[in-house]
């Protein structure tokens, strides 16, 4: 186990720059997801913590010990890929044993350190079987032992589960977050599934662009997104953003109003009238049809998507021609063409500053 810490880690290929300045830490034996958009820089970020790339600028140290001239084995890594890359030609046992067998490890160490691996991902019945023998799922669990076995200072996930189906997918998730409770190891998980982040880490690193946007617990960054790229990247379907202006302040509350909300009061003090900001909506926070009461915006239903238990409607506010996604937990009978009710629910308002994107308030 080790902690991680990076200084003002930078990387470019040649006149690319593609990681600007990273500070982070990680504790020992936690388990982080690093997640943001395909091409911001996760694996570069994976691969520089690996010691598989060397980084352009900065600092990186595993438990105060700089390593940024270290090789992965020096630094005591293992690493799982989305690719699995066993050897074919070689049973279950066999892939699991053999980078331990070029380490020169004594046979009987060997051989426990498999039968723990085998035992802890259930592949204790395919020990003798050839990956091609093997589902999807068992050949990504043999990679996942051949991690293990290697009994790593710090593992390191590099979108692991994107080859799989959707419901192995849900279920290797669980097996993964079960192993870290187990070994306690250091993990760093890369994902670009917010869904896959929120589900799995305790800690969320959200990388976009090569910046660090935010780091915090799954429900801070749902519930607090530090600016309008995290706002717009954790959260399914995404927020509704809409462009806005302060109309003044009301004692404690602030008025502000939008074409597709109309007005609305958030708790924030103190902002000059006229100023240009953006209110944040979940699509969850609506209320639709007889619920939305009086004084009520009005929806122009374009797209209704419904899964029996649960409804989204994409449409149109108030004439505007910006899409907005509304999100109910029931079936809700419309057609597209139809007019509803539309009501923001008081207390889920995010406000965000026009220019900069940064989070101001809300409630
Ligand atoms: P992610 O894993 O988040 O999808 P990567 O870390 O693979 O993103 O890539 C980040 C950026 O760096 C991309 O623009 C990619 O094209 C670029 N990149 C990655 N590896 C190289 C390389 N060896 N040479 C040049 N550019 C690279
Ligand atoms: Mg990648």
């Known amino acids: 186990m080790a902690t991680i810490q990076m200084k003002g880690v930078t990387k470019s290929y040649g006149l690319l720059d593609v990681i600007h300045g990273v500070d982070l830490r990680i504790e020992e034996g936690e388990f982080v997801a690093l997640v943001g958009p395909s091409g911001c820089g996760k694996s570069t970020m994976l691969r520089m913590i690996a010691g598989l790339e060397t980084i352009s600028n900065g600092q990186i140290a595993f438990d105060d010990e700089v390593v940024n001239d270290m090789t992965p084995s020096e630094r005591g890594i293992s690493m799982v890929f989305q690719s699995y890359a066993l050897y074919p030609h070689l049973s279950v046992r066999k892939n699991l044993s ?65 080859n799989l189906d959707a419901k192995l997918r849900v279920q290797t998730r669980g097996e993964i977050t079960r192993l870290h409770k187990q070994l306690g190891t250091t993990m760093i998980y890369v994902t670009h599934d917010p869904v896959e982040a929120m589900t799995m880490a305790k800690k969320i690193v959200v990388l976009i662009g090569g910046h660090i946007e935010q780091v915090g617990r799954p429900l801070d960054l749902f519930e607090r997104p530090a600016n309008l790229f995290v706002a717009g990247f954790i959260g399914s379907p995404r927020m509704n953003i809409f462009d806005a202006t302060v109309i003044g302040t009301e004692g404690e509350v602030l008025r502000v109003r939008s074409a597709e909300t109309g007005d609305m009061l958030v708790p924030l003090p103190g902002m000059a009238p006229g100023r240009a900001v953006k209110i944040g909506l979940r699509p969850s926070h609506f209320a639709l049809g007889e619920e939305a009461g009086e004084g009520a915006q009005s929806l122009i239903v374009d797209q209704v998507e419904s899964l029996g238990h649960e409804t989204y409607i994409y449409g149109r506010l108030n004439g505007t021609g910006t899409t907005t996604i509304i999100h109910v937990q029931n079936h809700l009978e419309a057609e597209p063409g139809d007019t509803l009710p539309a009501a923001p629910r008081g207390g889920h308002v995010h406000l965000f500053d026009a220019s900069s994107g940064l989070r101001l308030g809300g409630a």
């Open 98 to 162: 053999f980078g331990l067998e070029n380490l020169r490890m004594p046979r009987e160490e060997i051989r426990t350190r498999v039968a723990e691996a085998a035992r802890m991902l259930e592949l204790d019945d395919y020990l003798d079987r050839k990956p091609k023998a093997l589902s999807g799922g068992q050949r990504q669990r043999v990679a996942i032992g051949r991690a293990i076995v290697r009994q790593p200072r710090v593992f390191l996930f590099d979108e692991p589960l994107s």
